[in-house]
Nanobody, 119 residues
Framework: QVQLVESGGGVVQPGASLRLSCAMS????????LSWYRQRPGKQREVVAT???????SYADSLEARFKISRDIADNILYLQMNNLRPEDTGVYYC?????????????WGQGTRVTVSS
């Protein structure tokens, strides 16, 4: 079992920045990838960004210009830097770890951190 704890959410004005953190317990299996998801009001949960074990990153359309995913391997923390936030970025942000195929349970989620962008 992998424990994931997100933090860093809050209420900000449009144009502000936030950095979300996801502290992870060290898994017993190798990590395939780490991701940030979000669930905006009235919408399904959607992927925001992913970083693979080799370091490759991918982003949802239109977010790469404003968001950046990164990972501190030594401290086992996943980050999401969010700049120029917009009201439509409001939602609950979750981190997810995908373990390699040898793990009995591959997906692990955090409890989420809420981001509200409002003037």
């Amino acid at each position: 079992q992998v424990q994931l704890v997100e933090s860093g959410g809050g209420v900000v004005q449009p144009g502000a920045s936030l950095r979300l953190s996801c502290a992870m317990s060290r898994p017993s299996f190798a990590i395939s990838s780490l991701s940030w998801y979000r669930q905006r009001p009235g919408k399904q949960r959607e992927v925001v960004a992913t970083i693979a074990s080799a370091g490759f990153t991918s982003y949802a359309d239109s977010l790469e210009a404003r968001f950046k995913i990164s990972r501190d391997i030594a401290d086992n923390i996943l980050y999401l830097q969010m700049n120029n936030l917009r009201p439509e970025d409001t939602g609950v942000y979750y981190c997810k770890v995908l373990l390699d195929s040898s793990a009995p349970l591959r997906e692990h989620w955090g409890q989420g951190t809420r981001v509200t962008v409002s003037s």
